[in-house]
Structure formats: structure tokens, C-alpha cells
């Protein structure tokens, strides 16, 4: 039994299955809102992005083949990257991303019509609707840990409070494998706790055997995503910290994790054995990767930045951070400790590298989820019982009047930009927004912080107030997202100069001239905007490649009067100047056979 009746909702409802999924799927439902707002329109820039997309699209045209590329039906077991194996993360990205690529063929569009410019932007959007739908995976594991930890309304608050957190939401929307290695842990976990049942009467023996399953195939999918160290990390060192806090049944608890361990090493180490029987250097690339070698170096403190990630639940979440200790005790406080020992200790595994990201974190966020519910829950039960919390105003008034100022703020910035609008070159904080939209968003925005402010201050129906704050973030994320995916800034450069090159090639094969001391690697946009594998030739075996050249042939060198001058002397014409990258300019080349 709990210690204090107002901890009462850490103990399970009475099973209501149907409105259990329910619930879930409303929330599903209102949080893929945001996510979905503009989701094709603004083209791929963030790095990440580019290397999966990237390496999706050319294991995508290797599979079906091109003018340019044989087909390979095993193509999708090693992804590539411009030809060379990607080993630094393993396929399981890349795997989904072609599923989602159903009915795509190289050089067609989504109506099936013969395109360069479009095609391209399919596979961008549908990578997008790949993290997306991981997203909502993520939010089905928070929900179900809730209902393990806490009552229904415990698991609600959690699952909306991880759908509104901006943190979520700016991944979420990025077709990247972080996202996916987030949903795949937070279902491992989630499925290893409905397993163990921490503080609660342990489940059929059929049940068990299937969550431990189930733990096991989503810790593989997760290691499948982002590698060993990783996967096995975000999935079972939160059941460890849960294991520590319930020495009832302790033995079994261990027996259980033991057997999802080997169920995902027995599902995800085929794979890998795989690549190292056909590349035995992917042993090597997999040591750097893990050992995290990067040449940036971030303090250990980098991560305290995520109180801001986490908006607008930040203040709830900080006060998180001490409710166990403060507002309860005994077994009511190790029942509060599961989340938060699951959040402590991989915060601080995650601040001890110097290579710090903030996508690196992200599986961090449903511990995050469920600790703000803990604290909104307990307000709920409070007001229940005709209490209030005694440090609750100095979270609440920041918190609702945050609301009011944002919701002002956002409100001139549109109006800001809706000024810019048939600018010569507009200047766009956000983007466009019709003023219709800027007109209802804004004092909808308004009014529900001010209701939201006085439904928690009064502390007669928190509820209410959480489920107000969660509509906020909904409608300005979505309005924040709409006009930020619409502006031009989102347009990227090199997209322009790749399809300028595309138009002047046509069908030809293209190669780029490579010094090992002063080359760079060909830019992944580009090569995503061309959708081309652009090989190699050596600047020292440049005369044996001309030599053996038939019909017209187009190389891209970096400007540079040597180069010019050897290519002319091998009889390469340049016919145009463009950037493949953001830093340097190159010379495209032509040498036609044919002709001469």
C-alpha cells in the first residue's frame, strides 16, 4: 500500500482497455498535428538528414538500377554512401525508408511521371513520414509505461506532455534513424516493465514470456538503428535502475532482462556477422564510431540546455527533480524514483563523452515525459483532496504568464512577417502565414493561456490547466511549423546548382576528378538533388580514364587554374561553373568522343 492516499495514483486503475486505447489514439491524434505541417516542403539541411536520406535514396536506385546503375536485388543488406559501404550505422533506417519508397521508381515522381527536380523531394518526405511514424511509436511507449507506473490519467499526462515537448517535435519532423533508436528503446523498455510489473502483481506467465519477447525484438531494432553500445543502453539500463529500486521478485526481474538481452543479441547480431564476413574493415569503422572520435568537445554541463529543449513543461520538469525527496517517502518515494533514476543515471552516462549533440539525448525524453507527470498528476491529486501544492506558485504563475507573453510575442512576429510578404528579398523571422491564420491563431493563443492561468491558479481542476497547456503548444507548434516550413530560408542552395548540373547532363555519366590532399567528398545534398552516384577518377590516372572514355562524359573539378589547365591539355571543355558545397566553386567538364 502507499504511505500517503495522495500517491494513490501510482497504484493501477481498474483494467478499462477500451478506454485506455482511446485515450491513446486522441492523443496520437492531436500531437501527428504539428508533425505532419508542412512536412515536404522545406528541402533536407540538416546533416544527419542528408546522410540517411542519402544513403536511402542511392540503396533505393541500386536496388532498382538506373541508367547508370545495375540493379542489385541485395543491395538494402549494405547501404552505401556515393558507392562506399556506410557502416557506421547499421540498416535498419535504411531498411524502413524503403519500405516507404513502395511504389517510387527511380526517375518518377509519386504520380509515376518521368521527373529530376521532384523525385528527390518524394524520398525526402517520405523519409520524414518514416520519423514520424517512429514518433508515434515512442508516444504508445510512454503511455504504456505509464499505465505500468501510475493510473490512466498518470499515463495521459505523460504522453501529452512528450507530444507537445518542442525537443520531440523538432526531431520528430527530421528524417534521421535518432528518432527511431528513441521509439525502439522507449518500446523496449516500456514492454520489460509490463513484464516485470515493478511494485505491482507480476503477469501471467504467457504474458510475461511475450513482453520479454517483445522487450528483446525492440532492443534489436534499436541496435539495429544506431549500433551496439547504444541500442543496449537506452533499452535495458532503465530496467536495471528499476530492478535496483524493487528487491521484490529481484530475481526474476534479472532473469527476465537476461532473456531480452539474448533474444535481441540472437535477432541483431546476424548482421553484423554478415558485414564482417563480406567487409572485414567494418570492425575497424564500428570501433571509431563507438568510441564516439570526434574532434568537437562539449563540457560536461552541455546537457543541462535540455530544461530549455523540454519547453513549456521546463519548470515542471525541474521541480520534478526533487518531488521524491521532498513530497514523499517510503515506498511511495522508490515508485516515484523509477523514472527518475532512469533519467539520472543515463544523463549522466551521456555527459561524460566530450562528443555531445543534442539528438544524442532524445531517448531521454520519455523519462522526461513521465517525470513532469508525476508532478502535474500529484497536483491533480492535491486539488482531489482539497490541498494544494505548497511550491506550486512558484512554477505555475512563471509557467501561465510564459504562456500569455509567448503567445503576444508570436503573435507580432507574425504580423512581422506577414509584412515581408511581395518583398523583393523578404526577411522572414518565421515565414509566411496568410493574415486570415495570423488573425484566428493569435488571440485563440491568448485566450487559452489565460484560462489555462486561471483554472491553475484556482487548483480546483489541474486537469483542466495541463490539458489547456497541452492545446497551446499544439496550436502555436503547429503555426510555428506551417510558417517556418513555408519560407524560402528553407529552400536549399545547393538543390538550385544540382539541378542546373542535372538539366546539362541529361542521361550522361558524371564523374568527379579527386586529389586526396585537396578534394572534399562529394556534398550529399547534391548528390541527393542529382540522385547520382558520382565515382572517383584520380588526378594521376586521369589520362588512362580519358583514353578509354566512349561518347560524352561530364566531370566535376574544383576551380583551380591547374586543374583547368589539365583537363584542357586531355581535351575536357568546361561548360559551367557551379558549387556542389557551400565553400568552394567547381567547373563542370565535358568530353564527347563522338564528336571528335
Known sequence: MNDSPIYRFLEPDAPAPLRNLLSLLLILFVCTIPLLMSLSRADS?????????????????????????????????????????????????????????????????????????????????????????????????????????????????????????WFFQKQARIGSYDIELAAFSAMSVASLIAAIKPFRPTPKITKTLIFTALSGFFAAAAVMTKGWPLGILWSFVPIITTIILTPKHRLRSTLLLVSAMIVAVAIAAPWFIYALMHYPEAAQTWWGEYKASRQEYQIPVYYFGLLGLVLPWSLFLFGSFFQPYVRAG??????????????????????????????????????????IAQLLRWHV????????????????????????????????????????????????????????????????????????????????????????????????????????????????????????????????????????????????EFLIYTQRIVPRVSIENIKLFTADLRGKTYMIADEDKINDALMKQFGWKPVLEFKQDKRRVNVLYVKNIASE
Not at 542489385?72 to 519508397?101: C, G, H, Q
Open 45 to 165: 539541411n540538416r546533416t544527419m538528414e542528408n546522410i540517411t536520406v542519402l544513403s536511402s535514396q542511392e540503396t533505393w536506385m541500386r536496388w532498382h538500377g538506373t541508367d547508370h546503375i545495375a540493379a542489385e536485388p541485395d543491395a538494402y543488406l549494405i547501404p552505401t554512401r556515393n558507392s562506399v559501404p556506410r557502416f557506421e550505422k547499421p540498416p535498419l533506417t535504411v531498411w524502413l525508408n524503403l519500405l516507404a519508397y513502395t511504389g517510387l521508381k527511380p526517375g518518377q515522381d509519386m504520380m509515376g511521371e518521368e521527373t529530376v527536380a521532384g523525385s528527390p523531394q518524394d524520398i525526402i518526405y517520405r523519409s520524414r513520414l518514416v520519423a514520424v511514424a517512429s514518433s508515434l511509436l515512442l508516444l504508445v511507449g510512454v503511455f504504456w509505461i505509464g499505465l505500468n507506473l501510475g493510473d490512466h490519467k498518470f499515463a495521459i499526462i505523460a504522453t501529452l506532455a512528450t507530444g507537445t515537448m
Open 330 to 371: 517510503g515506498l511511495d518515494r522508490r515508485k516515484l524514483l523509477v523514472p527518475w533514476l532512469w533519467f539520472m543515471v543515463l544523463f549522466v552516462i551521456l555527459s561524460i563523452p566530450g562528443a555531445k549533440q543534442q539528438r544524442y539525448i532524445l531517448p531521454i525524453i520519455p523519462a522526461a515525459g513521465l517525470l
Open 381 to 524: 491529486s492535491l486539488a482531489a483532496n482539497n490541498e494544494r501544492d505548497p511550491g506550486g506558485n512558484f512554477m505555475i504563475y512563471p509557467q501561465w504568464i510564459g504562456f500569455v507573453c509567448a503567445s503576444i510575442g508570436l503573435f507580432v512576429v507574425q504580423i512581422l512577417d506577414y509584412r515581408q510578404i511581395g518583398a523583393v528579398v523578404p526577411k522572414y523571422i518565421l515565414g509566411p502565414l496568410p493574415m486570415s491564420l495570423v488573425i484566428v491563431t493569435g488571440p485563440t493563443l491568448v485566450l487559452i493561456a489565460y484560462l489555462g492561468f486561471k483554472e491553475h491558479v484556482a487548483f480546483k481542476k489541474p486537469m483542466k490547466a495541463i490539458y489547456l497547456a497541452a492545446a497551446w503548444m499544439l496550436v502555436a507548434s503547429t503555426t510555428i511549423w506551417l510558417a517556418y516550413s513555408a519560407s524560402p530560408d528553407r529552400n536549399h542552395p545547393i538543390r538550385v546548382e544540382a539541378e542546373r548540373v542535372s538539366e546539362v547532363i541529361g542521361k550522361a555519366p558524371m564523374y568527379v576528378l579527386f586529389n586526396p590532399s585537396e578534394t572534399d567528398a562529394i556534398n550529399e
